[in-house]
């Protein structure tokens, strides 16, 4: 993937087969956040990254699960700080070029129970370990930042998960999204 390419709002829209009102709303709202360049006025645009990109996907999905946008907001925020954690782990890793390698790390978000997210982060043929375990009221609360941390995976009953949900979990494959994206490699 060509890591210094950027795309415009309308790039980005034909890209991601969406109409463009829809990533303004979510600039707008907060979830975006242009790396390359935020509109400043009228003539200004947006310039996004393929981080960007991938947090379009990613948004999106979470929106047609019905989930609100300032959860979503704060899913992406969590995403971004926790591609931190994962370069350290895996040396230059970068969130949307890292995910789209062949054999990169398998990356999922899991919300548990509509109540906490999670992480799993599986690399090379190692099991996948468990981060997270962020309450959403921390997420949505304006002034603090959750800290993601390792955690061990729960006992599992019939249901679970590696987080041991109890009536629902939602589990989206960040990985498939960026390998999804079609960009050029």
Known sequence: MDLR????LSEAAR????????????CEKGVIVPDLGDAEGRGSSRRFSAR??????LALRLRALTIPVGTVAAIVHVLRGFEKTVAEHVGG?????????KGGPELRIIISDGECLYFTLGIGNR??????????????SPG???????HSPQTLDKFGGPEGSRYARVEIDVSRLARDLP???
Request: charged letters at 30%; glycine letters at 8%.
């Open 52 to 57: 960007n990109l991938l947090e379009f996907a």
């Open 144 to 150: 603090k930042r959750p800290r993601v941390s390792r």
């Open 93 to 101: 890793f970068g969130l949307a070029e890292g995910l789209r390698k």
């Open 5 to 8: 390419r950027e795309w415009s």
């Open 183 to 185: 960009l050029a490699s």
């Open 127 to 140: 099991k996948p370990k468990l981060f997270g375990g962020i309450d959403f009221r921390q997420l949505t």
């Open 15 to 26: 890209l991601l087969h969406e109409p463009q009102h829809r990533l303004i709303y979510l």
